[in-house]
Each structure stands twice: as C-alpha cells, then as structure tokens.
C-alpha cells in the first residue's frame, strides 16, 4: 500500500508563482517515474511534466519554459516549480507515482494523490 499526498496548491495572479509537491509514503522498494497530471473543468486530465528514475524530465508543450519538475528520491518525493502561471493554468493537479513494492518483484504499482487545486486569475 502507497499512499501519494500533494502540498502547495492556491490561488495565485497571473504571472506569479507555486511550487507543488508531492511525497510517497508506504510499502516502497523503490519509485520508478513520477509526475504531475492536471484535470481543467470540463477536461480530461492530461500529463503537465514527469520525471524518470534516471532523472530525464518530459514536458507539455503548453508548460516549457514556465515549469520545472524535480524529484528527492530519498524523500520519495517529486516537486513542480510553475513559473509564470497562466489562468489556463487553472486545474485540480494530482501527483502520479510508478513503485516497485519488492526487491526481485519488478511489478510496477500504479499510485494517484488526491490532487491539489491551482487556481489563477486575471
């Protein structure tokens, strides 16, 4: 059992700044790829950045520049730096995490946080 539990959402003015973070608790033998997904209203939640084990990062097109994901493997914990927030920014963002439970078990676990709001206005 994985527990994933995001921190750092709010609201913010256009342009401004929020940093997100995400911690994974629980039976972990380690933590394949992490990262951050983002649900509009009236959208489908779709993939804002991730980062892999060997620590290469992938991006939307519509957040390059703007935003940064890191990642603590020692906290098991995966941060996205938003810089130059958007109001299409706006959106529930939820942590997403890959974790192997056991040593010899390669199995992969699927692992969602509940989300965090991020809201920015005009």
């Known amino acids: 059992q994985v527990q994933l539990v995001e921190s750092g959402g709010g609201s913010v003015q256009a342009g401004g700044s929020l940093r997100l973070s995400c911690t994974a608790s629980g039976s972990i033998f380690s933590v394949d790829n992490m990262g951050w997904y983002r649900q509009g209203p009236g959208k489908q939640r779709d993939l804002v950045a991730e980062v892999f084990s060997d620590g290469s990062t992938n991006y939307a097109d519509s957040v390059k520049g703007r935003f940064t994901v890191s990642r603590d493997n020692a906290k098991n914990a995966v941060y996205l730096q938003m810089n130059s927030l958007k109001p299409e920014d706006t959106a529930v963002y939820s942590c997403?995490?890959?974790?192997?439970?056991?040593?010899?078990?390669?199995?992969?676990?699927?692992?969602w946080g509940q989300g965090t709001q991020v809201t920015v206005s005009s």
């Open positions: 997403h995490a890959y974790v192997q439970h056991y040593f010899r078990d390669n199995h992969l676990y699927n692992y």
